[in-house]
Structures are given as structure tokens and as C-alpha cells.
């Protein structure tokens, strides 16, 4: 039962009262009663603790997660309401990538089986993708490019013009919104994607500060961090989120969605590690439907961002989901 929230102060010492059990002591209604306060607080604009956060990962139990699964819903409607946002993306350059990032099948340092190589795609041929998908009612399109980044000259300068001149093109041609992915980028090179038109730019911080270095060592987090400020300062959107299922722990995934809501992130990709043959990570195990449940409810309630988007590869999300 949702109870009143007289006021923050009471709800404090509910909260308190109920951290008293840990998520696992406690009863049905207990649970219910603990998690729906949290509800409450996120939707009243409230931030939860880092304790909270890993206590939410400590639930177990068909029935206990079907309560979460409710009072999460409850965060979504209110802050995200039942409205779905597609996005399609291109690679517009791939492969031969000089950095080391353990689960991508681009990095020239383990290069993944099935894996396409191939330079900057035409403009023409980015627009005719752009327009096939708006027609399938995509509203937002992502040129994506392999590269440390623009700020390292990856992509190259001449590269960066041809993709600023083909997001101008889309803008004047399409109703879709154009965003960008093309890693490390200074706050001119920032200035100068707004004024093409991007509203949008997908860095994701992969894992959390004290993981990141198990997966990535070409490039570090702060680096990243200091990308998405860069974004955002220009005033482009931040699309930023990490990947789950790389070995880390509960406490890194916290880690992971504290950090986004510090950085104030517009829209959280999540994504499920898709294990790519010929990558340090190829053997890694897939996660089961009710893990993946878990960590997209958690994300939900520890992020409050306006955004959740769920990504991976949607065979693997599909069969994944029959288990
Ligand atoms: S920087 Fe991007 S393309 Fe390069 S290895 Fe890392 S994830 Fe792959």
C-alpha cells in the first residue's frame, strides 16, 4: 500500500525504519511498503542514497521482483510516461578502431570475427539511411564512427566537415533528428555539431570508474566524463549510458547510474553485452531475462533520467528473453 508522504523528514524516518531489515529480511509487505516510499521520492524529484540503490539490487525472488517490477513502473509513468522514442543508427565508419575497449569488435588490438571494415560512407548514402529510417518511423538517427575520437583526429578533420555537411543535409531534407557518435570531442568541436543541428550525442561511460579500467586502458573514464560536459555545455543532449554484463559487480552498476545522474544525462542507453567472438570478452556469459529485468528496473529507479533506452543486438534480446 502507498502510503501519504507527510513530509521528508517522516519519510526520512520510514526510510529508516525499513533499512532497519535489509530488501531479503523483509516481509511481502514491508518490501512493498519500502520500495513504494522510494518510489515516492524519486517521483517527488527526492534522490536516493547509494545504500538504497544497493539494497534495490538485493531483492530476490520472483514475488519480490514482481514488487519492484510495480513501484518501478510507477518511476517510469511519472517520469518518462508510456511514450516510446525509437532511434535507428548507421555505422558510418568502421573497424581498425586504435582503441583497446574489451567487448568491441572494431579495436584493431583484437579485431572480431564478422566484423566490416570500410572508410567515411558517402553523404548520399547516409541520407538515403536516414530517410529509410524515418519511413520505418524512426525519430531520431545516429551517425556512429569507430575512433578514440575528433578531438584526437579520429575520425580526421576532413571527415568531421563531411559529417557536419551531411548533418546539415539530413536537417534540410528529413524530419528525423540527427545526433552523432564520434567519441572525444572539444567544446568548439562541440559547438561547432550544435550549430549543424545535433541535439543529441551518444558517450556512453561503459561501467563505473573502479570497473572501467578492466575493459578499457587506451583511453580513460574521466576522459569520457569530460566529453559528456563538453556536450552538454555546448548545449547538445547527453545520450549516455554503459553496458551491463562485463564482469562487473551490483555495486559497479550503482556506481555506474550514480555517476550518470551526477552528469545530469538526458537519455540512458542500456545495453546488453552482446559477447563477440575474437573479443577479450567473446566468452563472456549472456545474461539470463530476470537478471536483465533487474538491472533495467534498477537503472529506472537510480537514474531519473527523462530517458531509459534499452539497446543490444535484438536477436540476442529475443532469445534471451525466451529463457
Ligand atoms: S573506441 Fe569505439 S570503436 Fe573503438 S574500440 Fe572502443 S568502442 Fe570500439
Redesign the pocket.
Known amino acids: 500500500m502507498v502510503q501519504a508522504l507527510p513530509s521528508t523528514n517522516r519519510q526520512s524516518e520510514l526510510n529508516a525504519e525499513y533499512w532497519s531489515l535489509t530488501p531479503r529480511s523483509q516481509t511481502t509487505e514491508q518490501l512493498s511498503q519500502w520500495l513504494n516510499s522510494l518510489a515516492d521520492r524519486v517521483i517527488g524529484g527526492d534522490r536516493i542514497g547509494r545504500e538504497e540503490a544497493i539494497a534495490l539490487t538485493e531483492i530476490e525472488g520472483n514475488d519480490h521482483i514482481l514488487l519492484l517490477c510495480e513501484a518501478a513502473d510507477r518511476v517510469r509513468q511519472a517520469c518518462c510516461g508510456t511514450m516510446v522514442d525509437l532511434c535507428s543508427i548507421i555505422n558510418v565508419k568502421s573497424g581498425n578502431?586504435?582503441?583497446?575497449?574489451s567487448f568491441?569488435s572494431?579495436?584493431v588490438h583484437h579485431p572480431g570475427e564478422n566484423s566490416p571494415i570500410y572508410g567515411l560512407k558517402s553523404p548520399e548514402e547516409i541520407l538515403a539511411q536516414a530517410k529509410a529510417a524515418e519511413e520505418a518511423g524512426a525519430k531520431r538517427f545516429c551517425l556512429v564512427s569507430?575512433?578514440?575520437g575528433i578531438k584526437y583526429n579520429s575520425p580526421k578533420s576532413n571527415e568531421f566537415e563531411q559529417i557536419l555537411e551531411t548533418v546539415r543535409r539530413i536537417q534540410a531534407e528529413t524530419s528525423i533528428k540527427p545526433c552523432c557518435a564520434l567519441?572525444e570531442i572539444t567544446p568548439q568541436q562541440a559547438q561547432a555539431l550544435a550549430e549543424a543541428g545535433v541535439t543529441r550525442y551518444n558517450h556512453n561511460l561503459e561501467s563505473s570508474e573502479k570497473f572501467y579500467g578492466n575493459i578499457?586502458t587506451s583511453h580513460s573514464w574521466d576522459d569520457r566524463v569530460q566529453t559528456v560536459k563538453n556536450i552538454k555545455a555546448a548545449g547538445i543532449q547527453a545520450c549516455t549510458g554503459g553496458i551491463i554484463g562485463m564482469g562487473e559487480s551490483w555495486e559497479d552498476r550503482v556506481d555506474l547510474a550514480l555517476a550518470l545522474r551526477e552528469l545530469e544525462v538526458e537519455s540512458v542507453p542500456i545495453n546488453l553485452l552482446n559477447p563477440r567472438e575474437g573479443t577479450p570478452l567473446g566468452g563472456a556469459p549472456v545474461l539470463t531475462h530476470m537478471k536483465r529485468s533487474r538491472r533495467s528496473l534498477f537503472f529506472a529507479y537510480s537514474s531519473q533520467s527523462k530517458f531509459c533506452d534499452m539497446q543490444g543486438d535484438g536477436k540476442l534480446l529475443w532469445e534471451n528473453y525466451k529463457r
Request: aromatic content about 0%.
Open positions: 578502431c586504435s582503441e583497446n575497449c568491441c572494431q579495436s569507430q575512433g578514440r567519441g578499457v
